[in-house]
């Protein structure tokens, strides 16, 4: 069982990683990374426009009703909205970019026209190169093949990227991925060789994504995933050597919580604010938020003036 221990020996073992701050940048306005108490971790709400996406409550199938969801997102405290097309999942659909753009435009143009800001998760350069047309202010990209197509536009349009750590050529084509007693170390190299590619391409706002919510055929669900995902949580901090803020896409475990499953996204929300994430992509993005001020609130009784309970930081 995790305990204050495993902390401990985790701070003990990376002491001069923690609290090293990360590049900050300005997004339409808004200032992400730099890991300021007040601004971190920023939060990413999610908009599935695929049926076959099991979280239920995240999936709108009209335009109407993901514009409906992406402003009741931002009311209740997302930062920016993440909308993907196609489900992740083994055994989704594939849709074609042609057809994930037709429904992807009119959901982005009225997103944007609320002034608000949209990230568009894809691996397919024709649709990350429509979508940034559209004006999409980031790009999420599972994908490793035509990554270096699509850097180009990204740095043209002063829009950012998330990096998504993917074995195989994309989310839907994943291989067996590298079991160790150190994921994070796993993570370095496959991180810092196209981080330096990213940098090189001219763009300037990103954030780094470990992909805790992808399937792999080595990894699927059960007890192994959740360990993983937990030690990486933790560990996020140590992926701030590359100098990039870290965006955690927050899990399930529904075999832990079967029938309160919506509970363990703030759950794990816990681990990755103790691990010094940046930004947390969820579904449940108020019970999160809640989380998170919850936890700014610790040690604030030893500041010379402590908030009242309705100066509650948030």
Not at 138 to 149: K, W
Not at 228 to 234: D, K, V
Request: charged share 25%; proline share 6%.
């Amino acid at each position: 069982m995790l305990s204050l221990l495993d902390l401990v020996r985790l701070a003990e073992r990376y002491a001069p990683l923690l609290d090293r701050s990360t590049h900050a940048f300005d997004l339409r306005g808004r200032t992400f990374g730099g890991r300021t108490r007040a601004s971190s971790p920023h939060l990413m709400g999610v908009i599935n426009l695929s049926p076959d996406s099991w979280y239920r409550e995240s999936v709108a199938l009209t335009p109407e009703a993901a514009i409906r969801r992406g402003q009741l997102l931002v009311d209740s405290g997302a930062d920016i909205l993440d909308v993907g097309t196609e489900s992740s999942l083994d055994y989704a659909v594939r849709v074609e970019p042609e057809a994930q753009i037709r429904k992807l435009i009119p959901v982005l143009e009225g997103l944007i026209a609320r002034q608000l800001l949209v990230s568009v998760e894809t691996y397919y350069p024709l649709v990350a190169q429509a979508a940034l047309r559209a004006g999409a202010a980031v790009i999420n990209f599972t994908g490793t093949e035509g990554l270096e197509e699509i850097l180009p536009l990204i740095a043209k349009e002063d829009a950012g990227l998330i990096l998504n750590f993917v074995e195989g050529s994309h989310v839907r084509d994943p291989r067996p991925v590298r079991l160790s007693h150190d994921a994070i170390g796993d993570l370095l190299p496959y991180f810092e060789t196209r981080c330096r590619l990213v940098e090189k391409a001219g763009v300037r706002r990103l954030w780094i994504d470990p992909g805790l919510g992808f399937y792999y055929p080595n990894l699927g669900d059960g007890a192994l995933r959740i360990e993983r995902q937990m030690e990486i949580f933790l560990g996020t901090f140590r992926l701030h050597e590359l100098g990039w803020p870290v965006c955690h896409a927050l899990p399930h475990a529904f075999e832990c919580f079967e029938e309160e499953v919506r509970c363990a996204e703030p759950f794990f929300a816990v681990l990755a604010l103790l691990g010094q994430a940046d930004l947390l992509r969820t579904h449940e993005v108020s019970r999160v938020l809640g989380v998170v001020r919850a936890m700014r609130l610790f040690g604030t009784r030893r500041t010379s003036n402590p908030p009242r309970r309705e100066e509650v930081p948030g």
